[in-house]
């Protein structure tokens, strides 16, 4: 892992809705703290155990975290893709990281310092409710995924990944076409399931005429009849 000056972090800062109405002065204090890190394939951000100084922004690539079990067992609990954020909750606890930062893709993040968050909150209220509603989101999405991994089928939560995986143009289009994001078994272990059991209803959905896969290209010839499946337990 190789890390940069700090060259138009304003920039990448500028488009993360957390810095959103910023004062210009505000948002190049915290550029000056923060670190502009390139990242291979394969690097590990961060591992388990190890203090947390700050947050991650992903410019550009994919990360996943994760945990690993004293068998070595991996389980992702999640798959950071472009423009998003990930470490604020464990920032404000003062704590260690409980899972592992990889990256799945050759990226570009921004590393913002603890110190220049905390330096923030003390004099503006709008960037503290910002904070505060990007945290309650997060609580948010992993109450949905208890949902999922507790009520859900496998069949409806690979349905509902490839519809998140899929252009934003796909929801009310006929037919869609594009390339998963990630590798099979990366999201087998997101979704809570064995590769295995993961090919076997992509395999599944395809006699059924709701799909066609080659490697990753994923073709739906109808998200309306997909959609209707995910209906189905």
Same mark, same amino acid.
């Given at each position: 892992?190789?890390?940069?000056?700090?060259?138009?972090?304003e920039s990448h800062l500028a488009n993360l809705p957390?810095?959103?109405?910023?004062?210009?002065?505000?948002?190049?204090?915290? +550029?000056r703290g923060?670190? =502009?890190?390139?990242?291979?394939?394969?690097?590990?951000?961060?591992? &388990?155990?190890? *203090?947390?100084s700050g947050f991650h922004l992903l410019v550009y690539g994919q990360v996943k975290l994760a945990f690993t079990s004293t068998q070595g067992?991996?389980?992702?609990?999640?798959?950071?893709?472009?423009?998003?954020?990930?470490?604020?909750?464990?920032?404000?606890l003062d704590g260690v990281h409980i899972v592992f930062a990889q990256t799945l893709q050759d990226s570009m993040l921004v590393h913002?310092?603890?110190? +220049?968050?905390?330096?923030? =909150?003390?004099?503006?209220?709008?960037?503290?409710?910002?904070?505060? &509603?990007?945290? *309650?989101?997060?609580?948010?999405d992993l109450m949905m995924d208890v949902e999922a991994y507790s009520l859900l089928s496998a069949k409806q939560r690979i349905i509902g990944y490839l519809m998140s995986d899929?252009?934003?143009?796909?929801?009310?289009?006929?037919?869609?076409?594009f390339e998963l994001t990630a590798g099979k078994?990366?999201?087998?272990?997101?979704?809570?399931?064995?590769?295995e059991h993961f090919s076997r209803v992509l395999h599944d959905l395809c006699d059924l005429g709701l799909l066609e896969v080659s490697g990753k290209h994923i073709r739906i010839p109808n998200v309306a009849n997909l959609l209707k499946c995910q209906d189905k337990p």
């Open positions: 892992m190789r890390d940069h000056k700090p060259i138009s972090l957390l810095f959103s109405g910023i004062a210009t002065a505000d948002l190049e204090r915290i +550029a923060s670190k =502009l890190v390139s990242a291979s394939k394969g690097d590990v951000l961060f591992r &388990a155990g190890d *203090a947390c067992t991996e389980k992702i609990v999640e798959i950071v893709r472009q423009g998003q954020t990930f470490g604020e909750a464990v920032m404000f913002i310092p603890k110190v +220049a968050i905390l330096k923030e =909150l003390e004099h503006d209220h709008s960037f503290a409710r910002k904070m505060m &509603a990007a945290l *309650a989101k997060r609580t948010h899929a252009p934003p143009a796909a929801i009310g289009s006929n037919q869609v076409e078994g990366v999201i087998a272990s997101r979704l809570s399931i064995t590769q």
